[in-house]
């Protein structure tokens, strides 16, 4: 089972990037995803996740509003959109999948993880 986590990149304050995650080995289609997201010098904490069914989404009080995570199971692929991005968004972002269909804010409850990408907002 692999996720690859691709689409970072250098991006100035203000501006948008999306994230992808595509999974490989397995379908998802019955598991959640989860973002989290690991500042230089900083614990990695969680960004966002979506339920199985795409009906449920939870997101940090830092990123809500400004993010949205959704996901298209035909593809296997879960999207993060990131808007407005500030500097304290710079992050290695890493996808995670769950064994469950809803998911959490927890990093124990996710048990596959991709690679990470970087994303870097300048200020």
């Known amino acids: 089972v692999q996720l690859q986590a691709f689409g970072g990149g250098l991006v100035q304050t203000g501006g948008s990037l999306r994230l992808s995650c595509l999974a490989s080995?397995?379908?998802?289609?019955?598991?959640?995803v989860g973002w989290f997201r690991q500042a230089p010098g900083k614990e990695r904490e969680f960004v966002a996740h979506?339920?199985?069914?795409?009906?449920?989404?939870l997101y940090s009080d830092s990123v809500k509003g400004r993010f949205t995570i959704s996901r298209d199971n035909a593809k296997n692929a879960v999207y993060l959109q990131m808007n407005s991005l500030k500097p304290e968004d710079t992050a290695v972002y890493y996808c995670?999948?769950?064994?469950?269909?809803?998911?959490?804010?927890?990093?124990?409850?996710?048990?596959?993880w991709g690679q990470g990408t970087l994303v870097t907002v300048s200020s």
């Open positions: 080995g397995r379908r998802f289609s019955n598991n959640a």
């Open positions: 995670a999948a769950s064994i469950y269909s809803y998911g959490s804010s927890s990093e124990t409850y996710f048990r596959y």
């Open positions: 979506i339920n199985w069914r795409s009906d449920t989404t």
